[in-house]
């Protein structure tokens, strides 16, 4: 059986990938390299994060159709696997409504909300409304373990989403 060809594309470094507000088509698995994520603010630039090998990046684009909400850099020379907007959004279509339905409030999170570490840089680490409604319905790690899944990928993209809400999340008050 021949191997179907996989869309590959390099990127020197320094490369911008794309902008924040771009109109997204497709996704990136980094196969080799390193991105750095750069969100605007009020208060301007903020690194997100820095991401690497086999990570995944560009997909919230493709999920929820709205325009980019960082523009991605390459930090080294780097090369990615093109994942295409229609393969991920026939996976989202298939999940259960329950899924579904905190999949859709995990990514409107992400959306509207810097990581946690990212928002004590800039002086905005209290909890908010936002983030109080959002540890309502993200999944905990025993609840994800339990969880059947009938698509690996969408596996991966639910676990991915679950650990950003994560990473935005300021540290759980105590009761």
Same mark, same amino acid.
């Given at each position: 059986?021949?191997?179907?060809?996989?869309?590959?594309?390099?990127?020197?470094?320094?490369?911008?990938?794309?902008? =924040?507000?771009?109109?997204?088509?497709?996704?990136?698995?980094?196969?080799?390299? =390193?991105?750095?994520?750069?969100q605007e603010s009020s208060h301007g630039p903020v690194?997100?994060?820095?991401?690497?090998?086999?990570?995944?990046?560009?997909?919230?684009?493709?999920?929820?159709?709205?325009?980019?909400?960082?523009?991605?850099?390459?930090?080294?020379d780097t090369i990615c696997i093109v994942i295409k907007?229609?393969?991920?959004?026939?996976?989202?279509?298939?999940?259960?409504?329950?899924?579904r339905f905190s999949f859709e409030a995990m990514m409107?999170?992400?959306?509207?909300?810097?990581?946690?570490?990212?928002?004590?840089?800039?002086?905005?680490?209290?909890?908010?409304? =936002?983030?109080?409604?959002?540890?309502?319905?993200?999944?905990?790690?025993?609840?994800?373990?339990?969880?059947?899944?009938?698509?690996?990928?969408?596996?991966?993209?639910?676990?991915?989403?679950?650990?950003?809400?994560?990473?935005?999340?300021?540290?759980?008050?105590?009761?």
């Open positions: 059986m021949a191997e179907k060809f996989v869309p590959r594309v390099k990127f020197k470094r320094g490369k911008r990938i794309f902008n =924040q507000g771009d109109v997204g088509d497709r996704a990136y698995l980094i196969e080799q390299g =390193q991105v750095a994520i750069i690194m997100v994060e820095t991401i690497g090998n086999r990570t995944i990046f560009g997909e919230m684009a493709l999920i929820d159709g709205a325009p980019r909400m960082a523009t991605a850099v390459a930090t080294d907007g229609e393969h991920l959004t026939k996976k989202l279509t298939g999940l259960p409504e329950h899924l409107d999170y992400v959306r509207r909300t810097l990581p946690f570490e990212a928002r004590k840089r800039i002086g905005a680490a209290a909890e908010t409304k =936002q983030d109080t409604r959002i540890r309502k319905h993200l999944p905990s790690t025993a609840e994800l373990s339990k969880l059947k899944w009938a698509d690996p990928t969408m596996k991966v993209v639910f676990e991915m989403m679950c650990d950003y809400t994560h990473r935005r999340l300021p540290p759980a008050p105590r009761s």
